[in-house]
């Protein structure tokens, strides 16, 4: 049996956000106060989430105020 021509389904394929994700938990691990930049790097994720749910729900209502414009200056 040769390990490269098996195909596993239980096996991750390592791709470049997983590695990204490995050596950044890595560069962390070295430090003394990993869980301070852990919870640091979560809470600027969190917000910059925050911060994209925002912005699109900004925009859809532009697009949908623009659209109710629109629609009444055609009748």
Known sequence: ???YDQKDD???EPNAYTLFLILILLVLSTNR??????????SV????????????????EF??????N???HKK
């Open 70 to 72: 629109n629609y009444t």
């Open 45 to 60: 994720i969190k917000s910059g989430h925050n911060a994209v749910k925002m912005m699109r729900a900004g925009m859809n």
């Open 33 to 42: 106060e990993f869980e301070e930049r852990l919870s640091y790097v979560s």
């Open 63 to 68: 697009h949908s105020s623009m659209r109710n």
């Open 10 to 12: 239980s096996i991750l």
């Open 1 to 3: 049996m040769n390990f």
